[in-house]
């Protein structure tokens, strides 16, 4: 028998726990359709502002040996479209849909929010720092603003929803946010955003890979995968299970996929993977997911979601 890899996140039926990450290939109602019709079991959506944005200037991302590096710039069509998109994909593929904003002031955000109260989508992830928009602070690591912004969005939002997060690296920033993020209902944290500020250098040209910031960008792929699942594990055990955590960083096979779940991750995204090897990682990570679990005589994922053993 198959393994049952079905979830919920903040109360919504997910039929698989891999899905694609805010981010990439999600800007246009073509790109949603193709995550749609792949086996990723919802649909995220880019992150939107209120005015549409063309993003930075080009190239602005790049594959790297063990990931990807880039510094998109937030391109989006404006939130109107996203509600728009949401109507369509729901009426023809019946996934659960997940919004993401992104304002650039709190004031956007509480548009934003108020608009997708009364839209088709299920689930809002809260992103509120993008670590690629020039001249805007990573807002994570401001644990004042992200409580301001917090209790704002919390009287606001009446779908359930959850806040990307940067990686952390410092145990006592793991506290802090974590005592500002128990004060308000947010039903899921996602861990973690892209690692800011890298830079990747082509020594053939003595030049950036990317061209925005002098050449510095968010860090993905397998780079990511320790630091988020140091980030999925502690925010686990922090939230004592009231927040549930979605593990996000450097997944390719159904074994990372694994090790978050074991960490504590309720659901897994997928990104650079996604970009590099197109809709069927979906698939794949899912059945090697099944595969590994048949193989340790697990038949679903409540039976080792967080039970990492102590070495
Ligand atoms: C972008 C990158 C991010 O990591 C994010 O969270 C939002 C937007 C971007 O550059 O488009």
Redesign the pocket.
């Known amino acids: 028998m198959k393994a049952d890899i079905s979830t919920k996140i903040a109360g919504v039926k997910f039929d698989a726990c891999i899905f694609n990450t ?2 990439p290939a999600d800007v246009t109602l073509a790109e949603l359709e193709i995550i749609a019709r792949s086996k990723s079991p919802a649909i995220t959506m880019k ?1 939107c502002t209120l005015e549409p944005r063309a ?2 200037p080009e190239p602005r991302y790049a594959d790297l040996e063990y990931g990807s590096i ?6 989006n069509l404006g939130y109107k479209a996203y509600i728009e998109f949401a109507a369509v994909l729901k009426r023809k593929y019946k996934k659960p849909i997940i919004a993401s904003i ?1 304002g650039m002031t709190l004031e956007d955000d509480i548009i934003m929010f108020n608009a997708f109260n009364n839209s088709q989508v299920d689930i809002i992830e809260f ?1 509120p ?5 020039i001249g805007k602070a990573i807002v994570g690591y401001d644990a004042k603003e992200m409580d301001r912004l917090l209790k704002a969005v919390s009287k606001v939002c009446k779908k359930p929803w959850g806040i ?1 997060l940067p990686p952390y690296f410092d145990l006592v920033h793991f506290d802090e946010i974590a005592k500002v993020i128990k004060k308000y209902p947010v039903n899921f944290v996602t861990c973690i ?2 690692l800011g500020n890298g830079l990747a250098i082509d020594p053939a040209t003595e030049q950036p890979l990317i061209k925005p910031k002098g050449g510095l960008g ?1 860090i993905g792929g397998r780079y990511a995968k320790f630091t988020a699942l140091a980030n999925v594990r502690r925010f686990y055990e922090l939230f004592d299970r009231k927040i549930q955590v979605i593990g996000v960083g450097g997944v390719y096979s159904g074994t990372d996929a694994f090790e978050f779940i074991l960490a504590g991750a309720s659901a897994v995204q997928i990104g650079t993977a996604f970009l590099q090897k197109g809709p069927g990682i979906f698939n794949k990570v899912q059945t090697e997911l099944q595969t590994l679990m048949a193989k340790k005589g697990y038949i679903k994922l409540s039976n080792f979601r967080g039970k990492l053993k102590i070495l």
């Open positions: 805010s981010g992150s993003g930075n880039n510094s998109m710039g937030l391109p992104c992103n720092g993008s670590p690629n928009t990307k955003n892209s968010g």
